[in-house]
């Protein structure tokens, strides 16, 4: 009892001394704190705690460890539905078209995974790639096009949390954040099925688990989740990946657990990530470079693995 007791309570003092390091360091003035470094934090730990906590389900559910928003296009798909909103003028409208991006990108995923009828993992991870090299060229098109809006979509390619908001816009955002975090309790509700649904399909549905509509219910989900957090934050890589792993070194097993320390760990993550984006030079570097800097060799030695 007393080792994870010392996890919990090292992961507590961690978590609570970045907090004060992100919002205090430089000793700010509380207009500062309030307009600037407190809507940040909160976007910070939102989407690192949504993506961790979305790849630890992709990756059970489709028994990949490659698994993730990510790998599966979905991010691709609601940068480009986001970022095509954004040039049209309707700025604060990206998060629907984040929404709509991502569940275009499901439907086309999941229509081709689609195998003699049934659902094949193999096929969705291929959807996925493929998707994601479309929308990625679509986006590519509209930065041509746009020349002018080149900021906001490098942003959303690479990764932004320093968006400024007005007092309407912070509203929103503040509504988009509480429906994400009520999202994810829902999906942890799932976690007890989700790990039926691990000893594979004909066994989950001997138990009486509806499959097919279980991985709808979640991939729907999901993508609204994805879809608000890309909006926001711009596509993120390798967090959905990365933490998942490193949680399952100290629970193997227990969707429930691993789920709750991704969340958990996937913020605290981030927040370290966006710490060293905003201080490792005199220039911002986009989060998402830092992230990808630690997750494309992670991921070669998974693959490899």
């Not at 007393?2 to 996890?7: A, D, E, G, S």
């Not at 004060?20 to 307009?35: A, D, E, K, R, T």
Request: charged fraction near 10%; glycine fraction near 12%; aromatic fraction near 10%.
């Amino acid at each position: 009892m007393k080792k994870p007791l010392v996890q919990f309570s090292l992961l507590t003092a961690l978590s609570l001394g970045l907090i004060f390091v992100y919002l205090m360091s430089g000793n700010p003035g509380n207009n500062i704190i309030l307009q600037v470094r407190l809507p940040r934090l909160i976007l910070t730990l939102m989407t690192g705690l949504s993506l961790a906590g979305i790849g630890s389900i992709y990756q059970l559910m489709l028994a990949n460890p490659l698994a993730e928003p990510y790998i599966l296009g979905i991010s691709s798909g609601a940068a480009f539905g986001s970022i095509l909103f954004g040039v049209l003028g309707m700025v604060v409208l990206m998060p629907l078209g984040g929404f709509l991006g991502a569940g275009l990108t499901l439907i086309l995923v999941w229509g081709l995974a689609q195998k003699q009828g049934r659902f094949d993992k193999t096929r969705l991870l291929i959807s996925g790639v493929i998707a994601g090299m479309f929308f990625g060229s679509a986006i590519s098109l509209l930065m041509y096009l746009k020349r002018q809006d080149t900021l906001l979509i490098l942003g959303t390619l690479m990764g932004n949390l320093g968006r400024i908001f007005s007092r309407s816009e912070y509203s929103i955002f503040l509504a988009l954040m509480a429906l994400v975090l009520l999202l994810m309790v829902w999906l942890g509700r799932k976690s007890l099925i989700l790990d039926i649904m691990s000893g594979g399909d004909s066994y989950a549905s001997s138990v009486g688990i509806d499959v097919n509509r279980v991985r709808q219910q979640i991939f729907v989900i999901t993508s609204l989740i994805i879809g608000i957090v890309v909006s926001y934050a711009g596509i993120i890589g390798f967090v959905g990946l990365i933490i998942p792993h490193l949680v399952r070194f100290w629970i193997p097993s227990g969707q429930k657990r691993i789920y709750l320390f991704s969340l958990w760990t996937g913020a605290i993550f981030l927040l370290f990530c966006d710490l060293l984006a905003k201080n490792m030079t005199v220039v911002e570097l986009p989060v998402g470079v830092i992230t990808a800097a630690v997750g494309c060799p992670f991921f070669i030695w998974q693959m490899l693995k």
